[in-house]
């Protein structure tokens, strides 16, 4: 399991719960983003077939909690807009290191660190809201989510050696923390 060096400020639960609307709204573009880049990794790698195995159904599953997020919006009244930059996610893209196998595992541990955060963040949001199916769902959405930042590191551990997945791993975990600490808070997964 993939252990974060800093817990998200508990206020953050509090911003989220006071513009839900725009938060559902990121929610659906994370889903989305997450199912796209799946796919994308499955196409250039399709040599790894460990990684082709796994990440189709993750991408599927991603796709399909779009596809609940999206009828929780239309429910709602409301429609998506264009993406807007995640400050968060560029912020860990900047930390991934440049060659070919670097990369690639950089890549993957990139992707279960936000799974990892996604997880820490959609808990708390199911603990902040009322009994009833938004909280459920977000007790579900919770739940995936600590199973898809394993699978990220798993398929690290199958393309490279246990000891530079871990040694990295903290690397990124290190980096994570710092900009989790910088950023402001607001009505996004991220």
């Not at 659906?28 to 077939?49: I, N, P």
């Not at 807009?81 to 990139?110: S, T």
Request: glycine share 6%; aromatic share 8%.
């Amino acid at each position: 399991m993939l252990r974060l060096r800093t817990a998200t400020d508990p206020a953050w639960t509090d911003v989220v719960l006071n513009d839900f609307d725009a938060f559902l709204i990121d929610h659906a573009a994370c889903e989305r983003k997450a199912s796209a880049t799946a796919l994308k990794l499955v196409a250039h790698y399709s040599d790894r077939t460990v990684l082709v195995r796994e990440l189709i159904p993750f991408a599927q599953e991603e796709l399909e909690h779009y596809a609940q997020v999206m009828e929780i919006i239309l429910d709602r009244g409301l429609s998506t807009q264009a993406d807007e930059k995640d400050p968060y996610v560029g912020a860990l893209m900047q930390l991934i290191k440049r060659g070919p196998e670097q990369f690639f595992l950089d890549r993957l541990l990139v992707l279960g660190i936000v799974e990892a955060r996604g997880c820490e963040r959609f808990g708390m949001v199911a603990e902040g809201l009322d009994p009833g199916p938004l909280k459920d769902f977000y007790a579900d959405i919770t739940r995936s989510e600590s199973r898809h930042h394993g699978l990220f590191v798993r398929l690290a551990r199958e393309y490279f050696p246990a000891e530079r997945v871990v040694q990295r791993l903290d690397e990124l975990l290190e980096g994570e923390a710092r900009i989790v600490d910088s950023l402001p808070l607001r009505p996004a997964v991220h």
